[in-house]
T-cell receptor
Framework: NAGVTQTPKFRVLKTGQSMTLLCAQD?????MYWYRQDPGMGLRLIHY???????AKGEVPDGYNVSRLKKQNFLLGLESAAPSQTSVYFC?????????????FGPGTRLTVT | AQSVTQPDIHITVSEGASLELRCNYS??????LFWYVQSPGQGLQLLLK??????LVQGIKGFEAEFKRSQSSFNLRKPSVHWSDAAEYFC???????????FGDGTTLTVKP
């Protein structure tokens, strides 16, 4: 049982390049989330999904797109990377709401945009 | 809108000393509250959570937290800190019906030998 995995672990992009971050979970969780973590700013929610085929905007969605075509995968896309998107990105998943609402986090992807 | 404040950016304690990390929240209804720990270079791991019932909750690694509605607080405590507890700690408040949380900015704990 791998839990939540993220690919890649590190990436360096030039301004204007695009890329996709992949998150996979093997716990049959309904909910999945993408966060970014910047020094002194905690975790900020980018987008989330409450089930296969659904997505919703979080706190800081601009410049990102997501897709949840399969229940176990949640993809985060950057169409035209900017230096302001340099950050550590975390994916998380949870089984549901209420007392099932405990988030399991992946190890993170460190992205640098030059 | 919900919000979380962790007043202490950085705390240093000696090994074996007691620890209290503060968390204040703002939320219109009964909150779902969480404490997570993040070791360097790692993702976050849940320490404990409060949904309802007993206001003193026990977590992993010897941590506990107390929910105080009158003070809008959910402070994390440990009676005797170990060097391995050095990490960053995040408090979060959940909007359970929407399935998402708001995180505080974190408190970095340094443990002196």
């Amino acid at each position: 049982n791998a839990g939540v995995t993220q690919t890649p672990k590190f990436r360096v992009l030039k301004t204007g390049q695009s890329m996709t971050l992949l998150c996979a979970q093997d716990m049959n969780h309904e909910y999945m989330y993408w966060y970014r973590q910047d020094p002194g700013m905690g975790l900020r929610l980018i987008h989330y999904s409450v089930g296969e085929g659904t997505t919703a905007k979080g706190e800081v969605p601009d410049g990102y797109n997501v897709s949840r075509l399969k229940k176990q995968n949640f993809l985060l896309g950057l169409e035209s990377a900017a230096p302001s998107q340099t950050s550590v990105y975390f994916c998380a998943s949870s089984y549901g709401v209420g007392e099932l609402y405990e988030q399991y986090f992946g190890p993170g992807t460190r992205l640098t945009v030059t | 809108a919900q919000s979380v404040t962790q007043p202490d950016i950085h705390i240093t304690v000696s090994e074996g000393a007691s620890l209290e990390l503060r968390c204040n929240y703002s939320y219109g209804a009964t909150p779902y509250l969480f404490w997570y720990v993040q070791s360097p270079g790692q993702g976050l791991q849940l320490l404990l959570k409060y949904f309802s019932g007993d206001t003193l909750v026990q977590g992993i690694k010897g941590f506990e937290a107390e929910f105080k509605r009158s003070q809008s607080s959910f402070n994390l405590r440990k009676p005797s800190v170990h060097w391995s507890d050095a990490a960053e700690y995040f408090c979060a408040v959940g909007a359970a019906n929407a399935g998402k949380s708001t995180f505080g900015d974190g408190t970095t704990l340094t443990v002196k030998p």
